[in-house]
């Protein structure tokens, strides 16, 4: 289990596989990233029209504006969330970096994509260190992303066109060029001394042999008050002291400040790393080295303790009073610790994110054991196929030969679960990873302090393809990260002009959830839950059931559904959606053989037995 805390934040994908016991390690994760592209299928026909009416004509079970439904649902549980990576989203100003007015300008797309919630990563004053995760100030915008007055026009649009805005809010750390740390690191008797963790050495050597999840030693000599900081990530992000309560109750502020100022909520990142040992424990040291030239250790005495509870039931406090939701980066190694972070009363995150799924292989067994896990907890799941520290989705669940077709799998099973899904900027249109080819390319630090081993996040970060136009038309100018190759056919344009895109998948999945009530009311029921090959599931709610069948293999498979002991007619269905032409029209589902990687999804009757019952 040690190991397992090594590479969470840079590519956690390798350590969530290899570390819970019954999730088997990914086989594609090792090559991931040298897999080429799969050309997309396109097939050009006026069907878009009708397809994108049939997505968007039912907004009845869209996110609603009251807080909860009529069945005591409240918001978020309705709601898709998607996260914007906002240097990468859209250029407004030419000046190569994606800012708020670029978001605002594509609000019609996020709108008619069928997301309800915009996730954007750190867009608070920084000296982007750490591409803002190393805020200088809690309470404004960094002037590459805009102003005050940006915001609250982008939060006014995003109401019109019902999509909520949640901010990430960065709790662990600040940048040391914050002015709180200014302070603190000025004198021993400052006033903001105690805001972060200051310790001597021991002899000429630091504190203790914590290692920085970033490479190096956790801790930095700073000469003027001749003692070491602790830094859990880079030293330009010193971590804040949680037990001091002026810190927690400024920090608590700051979320109130946002929420006065309409956001909806916060993704609260590194919440797992808020608290060390106060004793200063050794970790213990591992067999081996990282990619840094690190010793590999175990992060027991700093990641998951304990007092992160109380912190997270205070911050819920503030955010109840706003009927904001909470989101967790939550890193686990199992349902169980994933669990513990809603709260043993319900009183913590409403949304920690299921971060496993991340890390598990593309296997209709492996899925089905960990989506029983989580759902046999009771909880309400976070599902996520990917964000901006590991590697695209597209690459790593892709076998290199299908990855188009897996994809859309993908999409097909995280977007039909019971749960609230969190969508990753571009991964509706298949967008790829691009790991720069050479050290002198790379821009994230932590890609050039690992090179080559550890090639750094700018890979899955890079701007979103909007068409085939230069830049994909992300910027007049002269984009911060390079724009893949693949984006000449992998584009929001493109795809929307080829029904059987990628992007057209997901608009008609997201359509399905906003209007199927079983999709997100339903219970998950697991059918033939021996198949290797096959996931299949049922949600069922009192009047209606769907299915969802997906061929998770390179070969053709016959599947063979009884459904009656669920009280349900397998000859009386209404495919909705199935990436395999020849079912389109089917009507039962008794015994259907399912082309490779074929996805299908249908509106199941209940049975005469059960109707007369
Ligand atoms: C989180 C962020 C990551 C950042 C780190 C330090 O893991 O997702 O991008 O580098 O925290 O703030
Ligand atoms: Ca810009």
Redesign the pocket.
Known sequence: MAACFLRE?TRPVRRAAACSANIEPSRNSDVILERGDTPLRRYFSSTVLLTTLVAFACPGLRAQSKSKDDRGHPWYQHAVFYEIYPRSFMDSNGDGIGDLKGIASRLNYLKALGVDAIWIAPCFPSPQV?FG?DVSDYENIDKMYGTLADFDKLQRLGKKHGIKIILDF?VNHTSDQHPWFVDSRASRTSNKRDWYIWRDGVGKNPPNNWISNFGGPAWQWDERTSQYYYHY?YPQ?PDLNWHNPAVADTMFGTTEWWYRRGVAGFRL??VDALFEDPNLTNDPVLPGVDAYGDPNVNHKYTHNLPEVHGVLKSLRGVADKYDAVLIG?TWTDNVAQLRAYYGADHDELQMPMDLMLTGLKFSASVFRAHIDAVNASGEWPVFVIGN??IVRSWNRYGDGTHNDEIAKDMAAMYLTLRGTPIMYYGEEIGMQNNDPQRREDVKDPIGKLGWPKEKGRDGERTPMQWSDAPNAAFSNGIPWNVVPETYKTYNVANELKDPNSILHWYKKLLALRHTEAALFDGSYVALNEKDPNVLAYLRKSDGEAVIVVINMSATPQKVMLDLSSHGLNADSVKTLLTTQSSLRNSSAVAQITLEPFAAYIARVGKSRDSAHR
């Open positions: 934040y750490d995760y960065v990530f992000q990142d590194a980066e901006h520290d």
